[in-house]
């Protein structure tokens, strides 16, 4: 069945909803003024309950559907947060905070899960109950897992769990996912590096940090070039690099940071094996010291299979046979989603955001044309899952 022609009638409503959280950004779990239009409108829908503060500021709405006896629940999850980027989009509706903006669509997300919301506690048409879960800090926070730390799972009795992103690269009205592992873990490290600082006209009578640390930032892509199998996956990433204020002085003192990224558990044993090698022995070989402080962040977002099997087909009824694509390779990015796939089994599913500037950046917006397939698709998601008896 394609897009639910209800939406069309209040289409306008959601977008509003979408730029209002657009041009007033919050961070990671920042999200009071997010949360607060969210909770409201919520119960302005009528749902059943709305609880706030889960995972410090994230908000869950339960809809009970028109009959309860199957005790089923299914929970959909939309991102609030925004990022630390100056927005240069120049919409009439772009952010009002400098250097907040929401660059990675997740105003839309939280939008259209509250177009879903309106229209499922106005039909009710499922048997069973449904948790909108609407998440702080996503980018980096860990809010999923704070959530599900707070119990939130058990809580509402959540027994699967599905979630959905934009995706710049992807056509309006189409859909991409995968089962099993869909997006990489996301870790972070940081090297120190010590030596012994001094003039830069006598360089035999210091050791230099900034050698060590470029030596150790070339070295490390050695990892995924000669020691990670050809065909498994990972990404080593320096992305920082501090060392001196002077021209005329060799620092005691640097530090590198970056992200590794991997697919599997035993790839991100021998990334991070290997980068503690690396770090402590070039820069002993060069007459320095450093240390390796490795994070394990974000873990692999792995899609349940039948449960992506079932997103595809509600995605196929939404947008098409053949608007779906149900294999298509998984992407290196990191989505704390992951948490909530590890506590139930569920999926998470790509829309198409249409050619515009990639996520991250300053010139992204989401796109409204979305919000329509994207509602539809929540909407269809919990029938589907639950229909009611005949």
């Known amino acids: 069945m394609p897009i639910i ?3 069309a009638d209040f289409a306008d409503d959601i977008t509003e909803w979408r730029r209002d959280i657009h041009t007033n950004p919050e961070l990671l779990f920042d999200v009071h003024r997010t949360a607060g239009l969210v909770a409201d409108k919520l119960r302005s829908f009528g749902v059943d309950e ?3 503060g889960i995972g410090r500021t994230g908000v869950v709405g339960i809809i009970k559907g028109r009959d ?3 005790n089923r629940v299914v929970g959909l999850r939309a991102d609030m947060d925004a990022l630390p980027i100056h927005e240069a989009t120049g919409l009439p509706y772009a952010s009002q905070t400098p250097g907040k903006m929401h660059a990675c669509g997740h105003d839309g997300h939280t939008a259209m899960l509250l177009g879903a919301a309106r229209y499922l506690a106005e039909t009710r048409n499922f048997d069973g109950a449904v948790a909108l879960i609407f998440q702080p800090a996503e980018e980096g926070g860990g809010g999923g897992r704070e959530m599900v730390e707070e119990g939130m799972m058990d809580r509402f009795g959540i027994q699967e769990v599905y979630g959905m992103h934009t995706r710049p690269d992807l056509p309006i009205g189409q859909f991409l996912t995968r089962p099993g592992a869909l997006m990489a873990s996301a870790d972070q490290f940081d090297i120190t590096i010590e030596g012994v600082g001094g003039h830069a006209a006598y360089p035999h009578l210091n050791v230099d940090t900034t050698l060590i640390a470029a030596q150790i930032m070339l070295s490390l892509q050695t990892v995924v070039a000669r020691n990670v199998d050809p065909i498994e996956s990972a990404v080593v990433s320096v992305t920082r690099f501090h060392a001196g204020e002077a021209y005329n002085v060799i620092p005691p003192h640097a530090t590198l940071g970056g992200t590794v990224r991997t697919l599997k558990p035993q790839v991100q044993d021998l990334v991070e094996a ?3 090698e690396i770090v402590e022995l070039t820069a002993r070989a060069l007459g320095g010291k ?3 402080d490795y994070r394990r962040d974000y873990p692999v977002v792995v899609n349940d299979p039948a449960r992506t099997e079932f997103a595809v087909r509600v995605a196929q009824d939404v947008a098409g046979q053949n608007r779906v694509n149900a294999d298509a390779p998984p992407v290196m ?6 948490y909530l796939l590890n506590a139930r089994p569920g999926a998470f599913i790509f829309v198409g955001n249409g050619d515009s500037a990639p996520v991250h950046h300053p010139e992204f917006d989401f796109n409204d044309e ?5 509602c539809s698709f929540w909407a269809r998601l919990v029938e589907t899952a639950m229909p009611l008896k005949q």
């Open 5 to 7: 022609n209800r939406f």
């Open 333 to 338: 990015g990191g989505e704390d989603f992951a």
């Open 68 to 70: 309860t006896g199957s």
């Open 274 to 276: 290997r980068m503690n």
């Open 290 to 292: 450093a240390k390796l």
């Open 370 to 374: 979305a919000i329509p397939i994207g």
């Open 50 to 52: 709305v609880v706030t």
